[in-house]
């Protein structure tokens, strides 16, 4: 879709791309959270504490189960 600026123009894109959100099982205590993909800082399981995932400098490494990409 297009927004008419007088006589410029903006077009609006769908930016609905792969989520940046995870929903990851924790190994230990089988609980489930939403985590952001590329984290700046270890995640740990609010549960249990255990960790879920580790900043890599781009998408996390993965210590808990991946279960499926978060959906808005």
Do not use: H
């Not at 297009?2 to 940046?20: F, K, N, V, Y």
């Not at 504490?49 to 279960?67: H, N, S």
Request: proline share 7%; net charge positive.
């Amino acid at each position: 879709s297009q927004l008419d600026l007088g006589g410029a123009s903006l077009i609006m894109t769908d930016r609905r791309g792969p989520s940046p959100f995870w929903i990851v099982k924790c190994t230990d205590c089988s609980g489930e959270q939403t985590i952001f993909s590329r984290p700046a800082t270890t995640v740990n399981c609010l549960v249990c504490g255990a960790t879920l995932a580790v900043p890599t400098g781009g998408q996390a490494k993965l210590r808990g189960e991946l279960v499926r990409p978060a959906t808005g």
